[in-house]
């Protein structure tokens, strides 16, 4: 298990990445890689691209898998080319110091957005994956990101990741299911004449886990933040001020 904390500065003001995963070192380490060998005419751009275009390849492999399971190995293709012009765009950015941060920010948080959309359509359409519930677990990541989005606003705090799970343990879990539906087809239960798979069965459980955790972590939020002062500075820090101000007054009349 691997914790990583990378400080960070942008555009919109001090902002601290945060990534506790299980594969966070080893992922760092493999992108570090990547980008000194990166030739120099790619650029960030140029992997963004390329990660839409793996989003692309997942939409598509789904959707065809109902015409033959084989075209999920597209999706799984595209799901690794997702991954290396999400992850690398970035890192390539920092690593040659050509960061623009608004911009960066603006378009990779948009391009993602879309992207998920791309590869949850996709899983619904599936013979194997009810499309209701593709969107419920889809709706429950849209909150979490809601969530570290404004939580980075107040906190400074960019939390790239819950519970040792971040994108690219997801985007495995997805990798994972697909070979699932692959080797085993349709497999689940009737629930009152309603047909419910395994796989709907992970994607509810996944959905109803994203949609606690941003609830916990928004009332969370909100308990702090409501004792905090008008400067945002906690409300006993400007209890113990006043206190510890008299009481060097104190000392000083006694002396």
Not at 64 to 77: F, I, K, N, Y
Not at 186 to 210: P, Q, R, T
Request: aromatic share 12%; proline share 3%; charged share 15%.
């Amino acid at each position: 298990m691997a914790f990583v904390a990378v400080a960070a500065r942008d555009g919109l003001g001090s902002m601290t990445r945060v990534q506790k995963t299980v594969f966070a070192n080893r992922e760092r380490q493999l992108l570090n890689w990547l980008c000194v060998r990166m030739p120099a005419r790619v650029m960030p751009d140029h992997l963004t691209l390329v990660g839409v275009g793996g989003a692309v390849m997942v939409f598509a492999g789904f959707v065809l898998s109902s015409e033959s399971r084989w075209w999920l190995w597209l999706a799984m293709l595209g799901l690794v080319v997702h991954w290396f012009g999400d992850s690398l765009d970035g890192s390539l950015a920092r690593y040659r110091r050509t960061e623009r941060p608004l911009y960066g920010y603006f378009l990779d948080h948009t391009v993602d957005a879309i992207c998920n959309l791309l590869l949850m359509l996709g899983l619904g359409c599936t013979p194997w994956v009810r499309m209701d519930v593709a969107l419920f677990a889809l709706v429950g990541y849209y909150l979490l990101c809601m969530y570290v989005f404004i939580n980075n606003q107040v906190s400074g705090v960019f939390q790239l990741s819950f519970i040792w799970l971040g994108p690219t343990e997801l985007r495995l879990a997805l990798i994972l299911i697909s070979i699932w539906m692959f080797f085993s087809g349709w497999v689940g239960i009737h629930v009152a004449g309603v047909a419910i798979s395994y796989y709907d069965m992970l994607l509810l459980f996944a959905g109803a886990c994203f949609v606690a955790i941003f609830g916990v972590r928004v009332l969370a939020g909100i308990r702090e933040l409501r004792d905090r002062g008008p400067d945002g500075r906690s409300a006993n820090a400007l209890a113990i001020r006043p206190v510890q101000s008299a009481s060097r007054n104190a000392v000083s009349r006694a002396k």
